[in-house]
């Protein structure tokens, strides 16, 4: 059976923001995008067939993701890895996703070392994270080894050894419950966690010292009151509190000299 066409008069364009255009098609309104719109010369037609509207309009719905994915990147510079993930939360099939990739590289606008530089300069700047953990994490985002170092190794590592002192400090000035010994494997294990190399830690954390003499009372006479509603032998207590402060971390002289002046 051979196919009729549908002849159809197109009415009216009307500019849309985000590169769009209402068209009016015999009465019905149809969103194009003005790529579509000049691709078919559309603005110096008067009349089109539905079969030819119906392959625009394809067309013109396999362009939703490149725009979509236009404005993600305009609010942050993405990689092809958060383009991907961006579109299918979105419902895209794997044919245009992978359409509208191709296309954002055409365009230049997937620059992946671009891409490594940005990344890197704003966790450096922007949050806690050391080498190992933002390497990990561009990683993650399917970059390799090479593209990563090629540019990681290229950052000075006395701004990480900076930020190891700063968040060092931090832990300090927030510390009022633990021991000399505590607090230092609180902060290396915490700064580890962040990406940053244990033999940079130590060279900071090794010269610490506090003084634990108020820590150490406190914890030591929240100790001996429940140690007493147990314990009524003298020598009993002290050896019950002096094995518990060594087990937090303080160390053995301070302990002997809180408990000799008991």
């Known amino acids: 059976m051979k196919y009729v ?22 009465s019905k309104k149809i969103i194009l995008y003005a790529d579509i719109i000049i691709k078919y010369n ?3 037609k008067k009349n089109i067939d539905s079969l030819y509207l119906s392959k625009i309009v394809n067309e013109n719905n396999d362009l939703n993701g490149y725009y979509l994915s236009l404005n993600y990147i305009n609010k942050k510079l993405r990689c092809e890895k958060e383009i991907e993930e961006f579109l299918k939360r979105k419902n895209f099939t ?3 996703i992978n359409k509208t990739i191709k296309k954002l590289k055409e365009n230049k ?18 949050s806690s994270n050391g080498p190992k953990k933002i390497k990990i994490n561009l990683i993650n985002l399917g970059f390799s080894n090479n593209e990563i170092d090629e540019y990681l190794n290229t950052i000075d590592n006395s701004i990480f ?24 494997q609180k902060i290396t294990n915490y700064l580890i966690n962040l990406g940053y190399e244990k033999k ?5 954390i090794n010269n ?6 108020e820590i150490l009372e406190r914890k030591a006479k929240l100790i001996l009151k429940k140690i007493k509603k147990t314990e009524t032998d003298i020598n009993k207590i002290k ?22 002046n008991l």
């Open 5 to 26: 066409k549908n002849i159809m008069r197109i009415e009216k364009f009307k500019k849309l923001k985000n590169n769009e255009y209402e068209v009016i098609i015999d």
């Open 42 to 44: 559309l603005l110096a």
């Open 94 to 96: 794997d044919v245009i």
């Open 109 to 126: 606008l997937l620059d992946r070392n671009l891409y490594i530089k940005s990344y890197i300069n704003d966790q450096i700047n922007l």
């Open 161 to 184: 050894e900076m930020k190891i002192k700063k968040l060092i400090e931090k832990k300090l000035k927030s510390n009022n419950n633990s021991s000399n010994y505590n607090i230092k």
């Open 200 to 204: 940079d830690i130590s060279n900071y």
């Open 208 to 213: 610490i010292k506090f003084s634990e003499t």
């Open 239 to 260: 050896n019950k509190l002096k094995a518990k402060l060594y087990s937090q971390g303080f160390s053995i002289d301070e302990i002997n000299q809180y408990i000799n």
